[in-house]
């Protein structure tokens, strides 16, 4: 912060106060001027980054000054120098990976916990804080139909929901058999945890596994169908071949490259017979539940022990944001409560501390509880279907190109694309690199934005829509793109596989 150069004519008390005032509002309404014309202004710009590495490096990398800027031009420069490498994720032709755009509210809600500076560790900290969280958490519950009496942690995505979730799985499972508790006396000596995971698992999962010391080398992937559901004599059979050791499984609503569900009604019973902890990892797809059209789906999810979601992606907060709810909540408040004699404990409140993995923290709770006060119930259940349809007509179109074909349809806001190389000597390895070039012209164009992904040993392009302002326009857009680029690569087939 640059020193205070205090003129003359405001040398009194409520000169200094108006000079920090007058920063405060100038900062914000530089950030607001450019947070509108940034958004007012997608349709139009690139959605891929206009710059490669180097360049941005030489915008950014500037020399750190002694002296500061003014407010204002610290502002500025900032914006100036890191827009050209804005991935443009917020636009509606953004349909890489599974990332999210933000709503309105949720953005608005978000720039006054900043504003608001609020440390949302504890009641004491932040009375808002944390009654938004209790309230937001109470929301949903209710909009994803999960038991009433879990409890629930706002976290930064759902990588540390998987965390929170499985730190509170590996203490109820290891005190199946003992009395320990691994958060004192750490996990040597006890008995291994193994974690029966379906073999199409989001790779999160591998890293919560590593986080929490339960070691890599104990998940024991199984056998999965053609859309990467769990089978299920398979299943059971791992499940009875150690039938005493403290088991986690996990399972996904919402598989990350077809949205296909586990078959929670057939498998969670039998998880249960065994004793095992089931979690699911339904970073996108829990979302399938707030709809009463989509919810089928993912039925039987509720006998689950832990959930894990974002808010991110499909409620569109911006980020991070993600959930983790425990169905008894004592395994969830016993892996993470400490006491210290500095603290402040509230008797007759939510100390957020309790639940969660970080200590101080950014009121994350606040966007969530804007957003969904801006949605209303039937809002995110509008929102969830028109991501699945405009993913439906994605497919369709792109589908009805030439050389283009369906790799996996749509079950909800997910599906696979590939493109088959025309020549007929062409091999598997030539449809792949069609299919990755493509990918590649079409981001670069800047029109429209996809990734890839590898599914069933060959190359895919993923349709994903998860974002509110996704429109016809900006399917017909993309597929417009795609058609345009396909025939280019078609017609020069030599650019494409030099
Ligand atoms: C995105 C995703 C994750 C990881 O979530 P983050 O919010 O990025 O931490 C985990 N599982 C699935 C299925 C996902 O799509």
């Not at 902890?277 to 089928?296: C, T």
């Not at 409620?315 to 993600?322: E, V």
């Not at 790799?407 to 449809?431: C, M, T, W, Y």
């Not at 399917?475 to 690569?489: E, F, P, T, W």
Request: aromatic content about 8%.
């Amino acid at each position: 912060m640059r020193k205070k150069r205090v003129a003359p004519w405001s040398a009194t008390f409520y000169g200094l106060v108006m000079t920090y005032i007058d920063e405060d509002a100038r900062a914000l309404r530089a950030a607001a001027r450019h947070a509108e014309a940034y958004l007012s202004g997608l349709g139009h710009r690139r959605v891929a980054a206009s710059v490669d590495v180097g360049d941005l490096r030489r915008r950014m990398a500037v020399e750190l000054q002694d002296d500061g800027l003014p407010v204002e031009a610290a502002v500025e420069a900032f914006v100036e120098n890191a827009s050209p490498g804005l991935v443009a994720s917020a636009s509606g032709r953004f349909f890489g990976w599974v990332v999210g755009g933000t709503l309105p509210a949720a953005v608005a809600a978000d720039w006054l916990t900043a504003a608001w500076d609020q440390n949302a560790a504890l009641y004491a900290c932040s009375p808002a804080a944390a009654i938004a969280e209790e309230v937001a958490g109470a929301w949903l519950k209710d909009l994803l139909v999960l038991p009433r009496g879990s409890s629930f942690a706002f976290v930064t995505g759902c990588q540390m929901a998987h965390v929170t979730c499985l730190a509170a799985a590996r203490r109820a499972v290891l005190r199946q058999t003992t009395s320990c508790d691994p958060e004192v006396q750490g996990l040597s000596g006890l008995p291994r945890i193994r974690i029966l995971v379906g073999a199409q698992r989001h790779a999160s999962i591998e890293r919560a596994v590593g986080l929490l010391g339960l070691g890599r080398a104990n998940i024991a992937p199984l056998p999965v169908d053609g859309l990467g559901r769990i089978r299920r004599e398979p299943f059971e059979a791992a499940l009875s071949a150690n039938r005493s050791a403290p088991t986690i499984v996990v399972m996904q609503a919402g598989d990350i490259a077809t949205g296909s569900f586990d078959d929670f009604k057939g498998l969670i019973p039998i998880a249960k017979r065994f004793g095992a902890w089931v979690h699911i990892d339904g970073a996108f797809g829990l979302w399938a539940r707030a709809s009463e059209r989509y919810s089928q789906l993912a039925a039987g999810c509720e006998l689950a022990d832990s959930w894990a979601t974002d808010g991110h992606k499909v409620l569109n907060t911006p980020f991070d944001c993600g959930y983790a709810f425990v169905a008894r909540s004592q395994d969830h408040r016993a892996a993470f409560s400490l006491r210290a004699s500095y603290l402040t404990h509230a008797d007759d409140a939510r100390d957020q501390i309790d639940w969660n993995p970080d200590w101080s923290r950014r009121a994350r709770g606040f966007s969530t509880y804007a957003a969904l006060l801006s949605l209303g119930r039937s809002g995110v259940s509008r929102l969830f279907e028109q991501y699945c349809h405009w993913t439906e007509t994605l497919t369709g179109g792109i589908t009805a190109l030439p050389q283009a074909e369906l790799v996996s349809k749509p079950i909800i806001n997910q599906a696979l694309v590939g493109f088959r190389d025309p020549r007929p000597d062409a091999a598997e390895r030539d449809h792949d690199r069609l299919t990755d070039e493509i990918i590649r012209r079409i981001n670069e164009t800047g029109e429209a934005f996809f990734t890839g992904t590898t599914w069933n040993g060959r190359r895919a392009m993923r349709v994903s829509v998860c974002n509110w302002r996704t429109d016809a326009d900006d399917v017909s857009r993309a597929i417009a793109a795609i058609a345009s680029v396909l025939s280019s690569a078609l017609s020069a087939p030599r650019a494409v596989h030099a």
